[in-house]
């Protein structure tokens, strides 16, 4: 479910508070009680270790135990809770951590977490289940081969630009300037041979990394169709306007249980879409987004948002009052991401009700003009959504 959902311990409830510094090989491991430091040690990383550790030394005392989030993933957190402990994983940046401090080592990280297990200082992430975590990787995957999609692109662009050859007229099409008929051209334009070999090169790439996030999308709706519970998700979600399959899929696979969603805030903080704040007594001062949480999911929430104005006239009146509000070389940007903050509440209302979202009979809106939809990187457009 969404990290944002923070979970905590009664200290009282414990009599041991174990903190672990958790590397690729190793364990570090500092116990304490309610009173003192008890021990630190090193173990290898194994739970079954650490597990016969604790039957060992603290066989029927209620343990809690704690580390932080990274690398070798939730594995541990899963064999502890499997055996009855109770395990929080910290996000790194919730840690107190005291100023001046100018020694780390994973004896005093370990030693920190315990303390701050047994002051309740410490809250944890909530871990997804394992369907969840497995749609995650597909999502990733996809990702990342898009991601070296656009170096392509752009690498094969620069390459062109240096040389002083003109890139191909790119036809009016959804493909764009991309499409099979332009990559042909870019593969037949007169340059010398190691100009060749390297566009040719950055050719055979892109189109590896295009087929290779093709077929992630591809089992990424297999997986899918095959979960009852992401499915039903994913096909509430694609009633909201704007919202795309892969963003859908996206969604689902970061937020996890909708059963564990709590409030309509939640879902914007966890995207980072809700305002910064330094605040004392009467003086607000309210700043930019606070952009936390997963920033690919946040971007296709925002072009999500282009599109979604254009398919609901709520949106696109409450694009416009809020566009109006604003100096014109900022306007687009703040009314775009209003309204993907707006998105998140029908987000977290069609999850929380498990129902399609429904639109309210239209009302007369003009359309949204071109100078309305120019942001200070220039136009954004539903043809750039998700490129679905």
Not at 1 to 17: L, S
Not at 41 to 70: C, T, W
Not at 325 to 348: D, E, G, S
Request: glycine share 6%; charged share 25%.
């Amino acid at each position: 479910m969404v990290e944002a959902i923070q979970q905590g311990i009664i200290p009282r409830q414990f009599e041991i508070f174990a903190g672990l510094d958790v590397d690729k090989s190793r364990i570090a491991v500092t116990f304490t009680d309610h009173e003192s430091l008890l021990k630190s040690l090193q173990m290898p990383y194994s739970s079954d270790h650490l597990l016969n550790y604790l039957g060992k030394h603290f066989g029927g005392r209620k343990i809690a135990l704690a580390y932080e989030v990274g690398p070798t993933g939730f594995g541990l957190y899963d064999d502890l809770t499997a055996a009855g402990h109770r395990c929080l994983v910290v996000a790194p940046s919730m840690v107190p951590t005291a100023p001046g401090k100018r020694v780390k080592t994973n004896r005093l990280d370990s030693r920190k977490l315990s303390e701050g297990l047994r002051g309740a200082q410490l809250k944890s992430i909530h871990v997804p289940s394992g369907v969840y975590r497995q749609l995650r990787h597909l999502v990733q995957l996809r990702d990342s081969h898009v991601r070296q999609m656009t170096a392509a692109k752009l690498r094969i662009k620069a390459l062109l630009l240096y040389e002083g050859i003109p890139f191909p007229e790119a036809p009016k099409s959804r493909s764009g300037q991309w499409s099979a008929r332009v990559l042909r051209e870019v593969g037949t334009l007169p340059c010398n041979s190691s100009v060749r070999f390297k566009l040719d090169s950055l050719i055979a790439s892109l189109q590896f990394h295009q087929l290779q996030a093709a077929a992630a999308q591809k089992q990424m709706r297999r997986f899918c169709q095959q979960d009852p519970e992401l499915k039903q998700s994913i096909g509430w979600l694609l009633t909201v306007p704007g919202l795309g399959w892969i963003t859908a899929s996206h969604l689902v696979a970061r937020l996890g249980d909708w059963r564990l969603l709590r409030n309509v805030r939640q879902i914007a903080a966890f995207l980072g879409l809700v305002c910064s704040e330094h605040s004392t007594g009467d003086d607000i001062q309210r700043g930019a987004i606070t952009r936390s949480g997963d920033s690919r999911l946040r971007n296709k929430l925002v072009q999500a948002a282009w599109t979604a104005i254009r398919q609901d006239p709520e949106l696109r009146e409450f694009y416009r009052r809020i566009y109006q509000r604003h100096p014109r070389q900022v306007a687009a940007r703040k009314a775009i991401v209003a309204v993907a903050r707006k998105l998140t509440t029908r987000i977290y209302s069609v999850l929380k009700q498990q129902r399609p979202f429904q639109l309210r009979p239209p009302m007369p809106s003009a359309p949204v003009t071109p100078e309305e939809t120019v942001g200070p990187r220039g136009r954004l457009d539903s043809a750039q959504n998700e490129q679905e």
